[in-house]
């Protein structure tokens, strides 16, 4: 293993600061709590951000309405199962704040829940699946049989609702060997409409020494990319998030990220009280390795983790040429 120094690498320059405007999103996490076990948690495992209690949930609404912000999107831990999900559904209802939620799609699965949702102002649901087949499910999640069915079935209440929804998988050595299955398994279960995000995973929560994510790019290229050409054959808009684009092979492609996904902002989740640009935060955990700073790409390409780059260097990543 190499280890890359500091001054070999470049990141890219993000505000600290940005105006909320109309298009504005907050990323509004109501604690970390969670009824999955997934062993590869990026959650930061802090007690503190457990729990968000109500009465200051609901004091968060206001301040997200006083900054001028009309859209959300709820997230955790599991945002479904905080005893107050519904109560802030209702009071964002109220403030005209739209929503969309980061789930395990768990909770989906009890009739009626997506329909009051979308009675609520649900819109879009990322949910989280990382393999259709029950085993390499189970053991990514940390839940039972029962539980991964419970995730499929609450996809297909979601679709039913009207909601527009984006499966989440994040690449582990559990399920790259069918990846290319799991999006044909997709597009025949939840149709083409449904998009697919495959996920670099990220090391930097309390679940990043799990040995099933330590994964080099050059390990995950050619079954993306694979995956990438079955859901072109079907029609499925397959995204990507953490992957540097000479990897995928598209310089035109955008990572879909947190900012990718339209979140602008990101409310700091433990008392709640400032906000912070997206991007900015991105930038901070992201660098390029120098000779990418005349890349084509380089404005939509998302870097690596600093801690990967320091690890592993950054030979895997060649820029693309410049087009005269």
């Known amino acids: 293993?190499?280890?890359?120094?500091?001054?070999?690498?470049m990141?890219?320059?993000?505000?600290?600061?940005?105006?909320?405007?109309?298009?504005?999103?907050?990323?509004?996490?109501?604690g970390e709590t969670c009824n999955n076990h997934c062993?590869?948690?990026?959650?930061?495992?802090?007690?503190?951000?457990?729990?968000?209690?109500?009465?200051?949930?609901?004091?968060?609404?206001?301040?997200?309405?006083?900054?001028?912000?009309?859209?959300?999107?709820l997230t955790g831990g599991e945002p479904?199962?905080?005893?107050?999900?519904?109560?802030?559904?209702?009071?964002?209802?109220?403030?005209?704040?739209?929503?969309?939620?980061?789930?395990?799609?768990?909770?989906?699965a009890k009739k009626g829940l997506a329909e009051t949702c979308v009675g609520f102002g649900l819109e879009r649901a990322i949910v989280s699946l990382h393999s259709h087949k029950e085993q390499p499910s189970c053991a990514m999640s940390g839940f039972s049989a029962r539980a991964h069915e419970d995730t499929l079935r609450g996809i297909d209440a979601l679709i039913e609702a009207g909601v527009a929804v984006s499966i989440n998988l994040v690449m582990s050595t559990h399920n790259l060997d069918h990846l290319t299955e799991f999006v044909h398994y997709c597009a025949e279960?939840?149709?083409?409409?449904?998009?697919i995000k495959l996920c670099f995973p990220y090391t930097g929560g309390k679940g990043g020494d799990w040995q099933a994510i330590q994964l080099r790019y050059t390990e995950v290229q050619q079954p993306l990319r694979e995956a990438i050409a079955r859901?072109?054959?079907?029609?499925?808009?397959?995204?990507?998030?953490?992957v540097p684009n000479c990897i995928h092979g598209d310089a035109e492609s955008s990572d879909t990220s947190?900012?990718?996904?339209?979140?602008?902002?990101?409310?700091?989740?433990?008392?709640?009280?400032?906000?912070?640009?997206?991007?900015?935060?991105?930038?901070?955990?992201?660098?390029?390795p120098h000779r990418c700073r005349?890349?084509?790409?380089?404005?939509?390409?998302?870097?690596?983790q600093e801690a990967y780059a320091k690890a592993y260097g950054v030979e895997e990543f060649s820029p693309f040429a410049i087009e005269h």
Request: hydrophobic share 40%.
């Open 258 to 288: 947190r900012s990718g996904f339209g979140e602008t902002h990101y409310l700091e989740d433990v008392h709640g009280l400032e906000i912070f640009p997206m991007r900015y935060i991105e930038a901070q955990l992201k660098v390029w």
């Open 80 to 108: 479904t199962i905080h005893p107050s999900f519904l109560k802030v559904a209702s009071a964002l209802r109220a403030k005209n704040i739209a929503f969309d939620i980061n789930t395990h799609g768990r909770s989906f």
């Open 1 to 9: 293993m190499t280890t890359m120094p500091t001054e070999a690498l």
């Open 231 to 242: 859901g072109q054959q079907l029609g499925v808009h397959i995204l990507t998030e953490s």
């Open 294 to 304: 005349q890349c084509p790409a380089l404005s939509r390409c998302p870097g690596v």
């Open 11 to 30: 990141r890219k320059r993000r505000r600290p600061q940005l105006p909320v405007t109309s298009r504005s999103m907050a990323l509004f996490r109501l």
């Open 189 to 195: 279960r939840f149709g083409t409409e449904t998009a």
């Open 39 to 73: 062993p590869m948690c990026s959650n930061s495992g802090r007690p503190e951000a457990f729990l968000i209690k109500e009465k200051e949930l609901f004091a968060r609404v206001d301040r997200l309405v006083s900054w001028g912000f009309q859209r959300v999107i």
